[in-house]
């Protein structure tokens, strides 16, 4: 079993090496989420898809005014356990409605990004095959860490479902319950499986976009010499400029890319940043409260180290997607420019001015998603949870 499962991650039984690679066959996971979140351009819908999210949203719907009725009856009766506890599940069923109106009101996006990734693909086994190579070498990196992201977040989501059914064994409402509440766990688990499993598939693009950019300048000036006439001359910097247009061109679509992935996923970042701290803080504190009188609650620890990872993770993509797009300014010095002449000179400033200037994942009265953010979150959670539990209430 081991050994399929390394074989299936390793992608040993798929023949990138040659021919036409379809993308979503290569993400074929990536592929049926999309394609069931109905961000597909260039396929029919499904039509039982349009029950199935109605169906989510409802129950997310009816969650969130089960939560408010939850933290009223808590702030009535002066419980902070209830408080804390019925505001994080608000918290996150918020979060999965959100996420479901990305997918509406950000559909031009997603559709730009599959065309990209298609374009991608096609350039890379055709006219652009010498990079055939390293390009699948950074698309199976994506892949390993999309398998991964999908299986720590259905274990937080089949976990939390497990541990619901076991605590609804005695309650007389068990059927309804635990239909409800399982079906809310899953939904919320498949929701979030979408939007990290994109981001991981998105944000994997602009990389292998930033790359491409890089093996071009690096190549700038193969199969050139320099010229020794006039009219060597001529053809030598025809060529340069071609080259040129070309880096610029995909210069300008890798922007573009990263353009639509902030417009998708600021907002969800923002929310992340903001309620990420919350989140973590009361389900520690709600455990532990619990755990003081002798009561294990699997569903809040299950919770509370999922959100720490889930919210880890776009908080590293975006760090090393940063480092990713200013390497391209370093890419430009490591060319001969100076025997290339002033013809080359707006190009590469044009580059390495917009290298230099940092992602668009900040809004006023928000931090730049990064590892350093997610670190200052999570000591703020702690400080609060330590003030929570000095609390007499």
């Not at 979140?37 to 260039?42: M, P, R, Y």
């Not at 390993?144 to 977040?153: C, D, E, L, W, Y």
């Not at 991981?200 to 020794?228: C, F, H, S, T």
Request: include cysteine; aromatic fraction near 16%; proline fraction near 3%.
């Amino acid at each position: 079993m081991l050994k399929k499962f390394k074989a299936f991650l390793n992608k040993e039984n798929f023949d990138s090496s040659n021919g036409f690679v379809d993308p979503y066959k290569y993400h074929f996971t990536s592929y049926y989420i999309l394609k069931y979140f109905q961000v597909l351009d260039n396929e029919p819908i499904p039509k039982w898809t349009y029950f199935f999210l109605t169906f989510m949203a409802i129950c997310a719907i009816i969650a969130l005014g089960l939560m408010s009725l939850a933290v009223y009856h808590g702030i009535d009766t002066n419980d902070l356990q209830i408080i804390t506890e019925g505001g994080c599940y608000f918290i996150i069923q918020f979060y999965e409605m959100l996420m479901l109106l990305c997918t509406i009101i950000n559909l031009p996006q997603y559709h730009d990004f599959l065309r990209t990734l298609r374009d991608d693909f096609k350039y890379v086994c055709s006219e652009g095959a010498k990079y055939r190579d390293r390009f699948f070498e950074n698309q199976l990196n994506t892949w390993k860490f999309s398998i991964f992201s999908v299986i720590f977040t259905s274990f937080i989501g089949g976990g939390v479902a497990l541990f619901t059914s076991l605590c609804l064994f005695a309650s007389p409402l068990y059927e309804i319950s635990f239909i409800y509440s399982n079906f809310c766990a899953l939904a919320y688990a498949y929701s979030y499986i979408f939007m990290l499993q994109t981001q991981v598939l998105w944000i994997g693009e602009i990389m292998a976009k930033a790359d491409l950019i890089i093996w071009y300048i690096q190549d700038l000036m193969e199969g050139l010499d320099l010229p020794n006439n006039q009219e060597e001359a001529d053809r030598f910097i025809s060529v340069i400029k071609s080259r040129m247009r070309e880096i610029v061109r995909e210069h300008h679509s890798m922007y573009k890319l990263l353009k639509n992935y902030t417009t998708v996923y600021k907002k969800l970042l923002m929310f992340e940043q903001k309620a990420s701290g919350p989140v973590v803080c009361f389900t520690a504190y709600c455990a532990a409260e619990q755990l003081k009188v002798g009561e294990v609650n699997g569903i809040l620890m299950l919770l509370c180290g999922g959100t720490i990872i889930e919210v880890f993770i776009p908080s590293y993509l975006c760090t090393i997607l940063s480092i990713k797009v200013r390497s391209i300014g370093d890419a430009c010095l490591d060319i001969p420019f100076w025997n290339i002449g002033l013809v080359i000179r707006p190009y590469m400033v044009l580059i390495m001015q917009k290298s230099l200037r940092p992602l668009q994942l900040s809004a006023p009265g928000f931090q730049e998603v990064s590892v350093q953010t997610f670190s200052n979150t999570m000591a703020s959670a702690y400080s609060f949870f330590n003030m929570l539990r000095q609390t007499d209430l």
